[in-house]
DNA sequence: TTCCTTATTAGGAAAAATTACTATATGCTA
DNA sequence: TAGCATATAGTAATTTTTCCTAATAAGGAA
């Protein structure tokens, strides 16, 4: 299975397609939505919350906090951002064995995933010019089996 | 390039090796130490700092948050065991192309990371029986040129 | 356009998660 | 075993995120 997303990289074509994405799902196109969604279009610098709201705030200054974390949160589950790593509390692992965790997105259960016996976890060689590598971290989010049967 | 470590998998093993590691690097053998990282290393179920808490707790009743979350770090930091995710405050990607993160663990940046041509991203199949798989995150984490030049 | 309905928001408060502070305790070296 | 420096408990403070409610505004109907 490969990451077959992909999304146009003009920011405007992609506020349009927002606007689409909201109305399919019935949520109303508002100002906030709209700015919070283009602050992280545009922006290269995986912002957080508090960065987005420091941003959108300077085009509209009583944005609050609040409405910046419910809507990056629901703009994630549109599928229209994501979220990089997981959200909320630290979790740890005392398994120092090379593998893989599926954490559900419902529940927060986090499961292994050890590879098959002639499975590989690349590196992609441009990461070796970024910096010195200590540590491999691969993440599936999903809907675990307990929470969605079948 | 792989992720080799391996280890032990018996706790006590692991407990002996975690003295080693702490007199090697001057740290002192604490109990407490000793028991945050047999809480860790006994659990498959990825404790939170607050799990972590209540298991110690049982047999030192005394022990404090501030030491459960300075030890958790330190053990990180000693390579004995690993964060689930990034720590701290949530980021957000705008970017929904497939590709990876580097995340600095000393200055907290966040670099992306795309994939060469011919690279793929592969799923070990076993993720597919834990749920239905909506998101891939694959994050390197090191220091980056800028905090350790050359 | 104007009105209505209901989702959404602002603002503030609260909760949850993590870190800082300091006097005390304790591991480790000699 | 004594002395010293590190580590801890207990508490407070900070940071991050979520909750609550009255007010607002989007989108559909008239």
Same mark, same amino acid.
């Given at each position: 299975?490969?990451?077959?997303?992909?999304?146009?990289?003009?920011?405007?074509?992609?506020?349009?397609?927002?606007?689409?994405?909201?109305?399919?799902?019935?949520?109303?196109?508002?100002?906030?939505?709209?700015?919070?969604?283009? /602050?992280?279009?545009?922006? *290269?610098?995986? @912002?957080?919350?508090?960065? +987005?709201?420091? #941003?959108?705030? $300077?085009?509209?200054?009583?944005?609050?906090?609040?409405?910046?974390?419910?809507?990056?949160?629901?703009?994630?589950?549109?599928?229209?951002?994501?979220?990089?790593?997981?959200?909320?509390? /630290?979790?740890?692992?005392? *398994?120092?064995? @090379?593998?893989?965790?599926? +954490?559900?997105? #419902?529940?927060? $259960?986090?499961?292994?995933?050890?590879?098959?016996?002639?499975?590989?976890?690349?590196?992609?060689?441009?990461?070796?010019?970024?910096?010195?590598?200590?540590?491999?971290?691969?993440?599936?989010?999903?809907?675990?089996?307990?929470?969605? @049967?079948?």
């Amino acid at each position: 299975m490969l990451l077959t997303l992909t999304e146009p990289a003009d920011v405007q074509m992609r506020l349009d397609y927002f606007e689409t994405r909201c109305k399919e799902l019935g949520l109303r196109v508002t100002r906030q939505r709209q700015e919070i969604f283009r /602050a992280v279009a545009q922006s *290269d610098k995986h @912002p957080s919350a508090e960065a +987005v709201f420091l #941003q959108v705030r $300077e085009s509209m200054p009583n944005v609050s906090l609040d409405t910046v974390y419910r809507t990056l949160s629901s703009l994630e589950e549109m599928g229209l951002l994501m979220r990089v790593g997981l959200s909320s509390k /630290a979790r740890f692992d005392g *398994d120092l064995r @090379p593998h893989c965790h599926f +954490v559900c997105t #419902q529940c927060g $259960e986090v499961y292994d995933i050890f590879p098959q016996e002639n499975e590989q976890i690349a590196c992609p060689l441009p990461a070796r010019n970024i910096g010195e590598i200590k540590q491999i971290n691969i993440q599936f989010k999903g809907i675990c089996k307990n929470c969605r @049967p079948q």
